[in-house]
């Protein structure tokens, strides 16, 4: 089955534990994105990749890191998380280009303390 | 800077009506606009992605349609069914940036 999935689906974590969401799809696709969901600001996106080894800044990149280093994955990275980031974080890929179908994970809730 | 807009925010029908929801931009460098569908605490979606060169697809009891000249889509939902409530997004494939921009969403409740 097609899908892009993410890890942890949820999480609670303290100010400054670093953590990282994984995600993976399997369908071989190039453009891969994170975006965050928040009461009364939708959904914006946080960096994206194009491709292996190339990412670039969304739209909210402070606080967060990414790295492409295969295909199928796209972890976000939060090295010193902080109460306002506490929000819902989605994957999403297309085949190459953000204006290809894009396709999105199930969500990962994050709590920080 | 690209802005979506989606009316209504809310909406509840019974079940059975026939029903349009708007998605309008300010910006006409979009390239394609895709609907999602999200439910309580659930991922977005994908319904339908309307490509620049369209005007409007369909899949099932759903049909969407773009103009790009007068910066709006609508989502047709026939024959609602209390299945149907989530929330609608509508999301524009901006030509810059490599993302999406959202709209607020439609927030549907169909009564049985």
């Known amino acids: 089955e097609a899908q892009v999935t993410q890890n942890p689906r949820y999480l609670i974590t303290v100010t400054g534990k670093k953590l990282t969401v994984t995600c993976s799809q399997n369908m071989n696709h190039e453009y891969m994105s994170w975006y965050r969901q928040d009461p009364g600001l939708g959904l914006r996106q946080i960096y994206y990749s194009m491709n292996v080894e190339v990412t670039d800044k969304g739209d909210v990149p402070e606080g967060y890191k990414v790295s492409r280093k295969e295909k199928r994955n796209f972890p976000l990275i939060l090295e010193s998380p902080s109460p306002n980031q506490t929000s819902l974080y989605f994957c999403a890929s297309g085949l190459d280009r953000a204006y290809n179908e894009q396709f999105f994970g199930p969500g990962t809730r994050l709590t920080v303390l | 800077k690209q802005e979506v807009t989606q009316i209504p925010a809310a909406l509840s029908v019974p079940e059975g009506e026939n029903l349009v929801l708007n998605c309008s931009f300010t910006?006409?460098?979009?390239?394609?606009l895709q609907w999602f569908r999200q439910d309580p605490g659930k991922g977005l979606t994908s319904l339908l992605l309307?490509?620049?060169?369209?005007r409007e697809q369909t899949s099932g009891r759903l049909n969407a349609s773009l103009d790009k000249s007068s910066g709006r889509s609508t989502l047709y939902i026939a024959a609602s069914q209390p299945g149907d409530s989530a929330t609608y997004l509508c999301?524009?494939?901006?030509?810059?940036?490599?993302?999406?921009?959202f709209g607020a969403g439609t927030i549907l409740r169909v009564k049985s």
């Open positions: 910006d006409s460098a979009i390239y394609n």
């Open positions: 309307i490509q620049s060169s369209q």
């Open positions: 999301a524009g494939h901006m030509e810059y940036g490599n993302k999406l921009v």
